[in-house]
Structure formats: structure tokens, C-alpha cells
């Protein structure tokens, strides 16, 4: 069974610049989840699907990030345009409805803005 | 909201000696806890978890945690490092019950030396 997988792994940008981070779940995961580290810094919580629905978008810093998950599949995480601050590591990751707790985590997407 | 602190950014241990990371949580409920490593140019993995039941909980690649719930600590131990357990170690506590929001801690850095 594949894993977690997003796309890039690197992406670096100029400032003003537009990204989209893709990310794959784990077939048959409901729950999807977007994380990102800054370097030196925890693991921050962006937002979490259920399917296609945003159950909880507390996380997102401000409105220059868009995450859609259309068809309740796979996710995109946009940012445009990107800011310096916005650089760090992103992190998916999924969940089954009916296994409780663990989050399977991707190998996460770095995201430079120069 | 619940909250983690994992007092130490870097540990260095010897190979071969025992190791303790610390992590201590705030939250009101009976939480769920975790311990992720992050190897370098990898996701996170799940090492173990508590959800309910006996306290000490055995995890992969020779870890264990003890859960206390009078002192909110989940401390991770291994009695014997191996080189190929340098890695970043994050604790995390979820909320029990509900869509399990996960709170990361800030991680630390664990490195061996010969």
C-alpha cells in the first residue's frame, strides 16, 4: 500500500511568486491534514478535510493560502504570492475514519522564497 | 488548547548508552499521546502511542514511553543507542475524541557520537 506521498520535495521561489503543493493521502483516508515547520520551530497545524469539506482551516496563516480537495482524493495547498515567512517544511498527512489517532505522515515539501 | 514542551533541543549521547527525551503536555482530558521521529530526508514515523491502558508503552525500534498522568510527562527511553537513531524526536498530543487535532512539540535533536 503507498504511503503519503507529496510533490514537490523542494520548491524554491522569488517573493511574489506562486507555489502549489500537491499532496496524495493514503487510499481510502477521509482525513487529511496540512502541517508546516518553520525552521527552529514546532510543527504548526494549517488545516484538516473530512473527504472534500474544510473541518477546521484555524491554522492557515492568512488568506495568501488556498487549500482545496476536490473529489475528496488528493489536495493542493497553494500560496500566491508567496513571502519570505512563508518558507519551512510542509507536511500531509491522513487518517482513517475508523483508526484512531495515528496520522501517516508524507516526506513533506520545502518550500524556499528568496 | 492543549500544548506540548519538550524542554531539550539537542541531546548528544554516546552509542551504546541509554537515552531519555522529555515531553511534557497540557491538556484537560485524557489525551491521546505520540512520539514521531523524523530521520534526515525522511517523513515523519510513528515510533508509538498512548491512548488508554497500561502506562508504559513499547514502540518500534527498541523505544518506550511511560505515561504520568500526575507529572503530564510521556517521556520517550531507549536503554541503548545505536548511531542510526539520530534523528529529530517530536511529541505530540491529540485530542481525544473529535477529528484529533494534533499538537506538535518543538522536537529535539538527538545526536550520537562514537
Known amino acids: 500500500e503507498a504511503g503519503v506521498t507529496q510533490f514537490p520535495s523542494h520548491s524554491v521561489i522569488e517573493k511574489g511568486q506562486t507555489v502549489t503543493l500537491r499532496c496524495d493521502p493514503i487510499?481510502?483516508?477521509?482525513?487529511l491534514y496540512w502541517y508546516r515547520r518553520v525552521m527552529g520551530k514546532e510543527i504548526k497545524f494549517l488545516l484538516h478535510f473530512v473527504k472534500e469539506s474544510k473541518q477546521d482551516e484555524s491554522g492557515m496563516p492568512n488568506n495568501r493560502f488556498l487549500a482545496e480537495r476536490t473529489g475528496g482524493t488528493y489536495s493542493t495547498l497553494k500560496v500566491q504570492p508567496a513571502e519570505l515567512e512563508d518558507s519551512g517544511v510542509y507536511f500531509c498527512?491522513?487518517?482513517?475514519?475508523?483508526?484512531?489517532?495515528?496520522?501517516?505522515f508524507g516526506e513533506g515539501s520545502r518550500l524556499t522564497v528568496l | 488548547a492543549q500544548s506540548v514542551t519538550q524542554p531539550d533541543i539537542h541531546i548528544t549521547v554516546s552509542e551504546g548508552a541509554s537515552l531519555e527525551l522529555r515531553c511534557n503536555y497540557s491538556y484537560g482530558a485524557t489525551p491521546y499521546l505520540f512520539w514521531y521521529v523524523q530521520s534526515p530526508g525522511q517523513g515523519l514515523q510513528l515510533l508509538l502511542k498512548y491512548f488508554s491502558g497500561d502506562t508504559l508503552v513499547q514502540g518500534i525500534k527498541g523505544f518506550e514511553a511511560e505515561f504520568k498522568r500526575s507529572q503530564s510527562s510521556f517521556n520517550l527511553r531507549k536503554p541503548s543507542v545505536h548511531w542510526s537513531d539520530a534523528a529529530e524526536y517530536f511529541c505530540a498530543v491529540g485530542i481525544s475524541g473529535g477529528y484529533q487535532k494534533v499538537t506538535f512539540g518543538i522536537g529535539t535533536k538527538l545526536q550520537v557520537i562514537p
Open positions: 498527512a491522513s487518517r482513517s475514519t475508523f483508526e484512531t489517532g495515528e496520522l501517516f
Open positions: 487510499s481510502g483516508h477521509d482525513n
